[in-house]
């Protein structure tokens, strides 16, 4: 990646529900400089999850070829499917925009071994009984699922200190506020 970019790679991570998605969301809406990468998954759809916005919905056969290939900034697997983030689409559009990486805690420190000048954003909740009422209000896991997304929380917690920000998703326009202006002071220094 050596092109002159305009824009800043920054990585958001936080626990399953903390509203990245929202956040992260609101933010690309506003600004046309600020785009999502579009991951690639192995998991099923939810329901309204479109291909190629959501995510790329592959198959397990499809993913290895594409990690054959090394077509991934980086790739880690979840709760029995696996997650990679398109290392040529992020090149290409570094040289114009900034890009936001939604991603887990073990993929933003390797998209940081990968690509060291990314910035990495830890999103937390103002505490953990709001954190579970969000997640069970989203609607969309079984008890099952959350409760499996509950028990990474206090992992995904400890890893802040290896985070460049960390925002508190208390107030919704605080925590968007808060990402947009790490993006100004960090774009052009690529
Ligand atoms: P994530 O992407 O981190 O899994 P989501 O963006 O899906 O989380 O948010 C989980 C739920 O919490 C959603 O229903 C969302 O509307 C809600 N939410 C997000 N941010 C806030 C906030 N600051 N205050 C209250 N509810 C919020
Ligand atoms: P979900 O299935 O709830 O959409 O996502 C499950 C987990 O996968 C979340 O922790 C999410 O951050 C992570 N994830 C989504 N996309 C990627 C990716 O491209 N790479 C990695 N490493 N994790 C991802």
Redesign the pocket.
Known sequence: MNKQKKGVLVVV?GP?GVGKGTIVKTLVKRREDIVESV?C?T?APREGEVHGKAYYFLTRTEFEQRIAENDFL???E??GNL???PKSFVQKTLEEKSVI????V??ALNAKKAFEKCVLVMIAPPSLAELKRRLQGRGTETDEEIEKRLSRIEYELSQKDKYDYTIVNDDLEQAIKELEDIIDRHKNTL
């Open positions: 991570s399953s991951s998954t998991r980086e790739y880690d979840h709760f997650y990679g983030t990486l939604e991603i887990d073990v993929g």
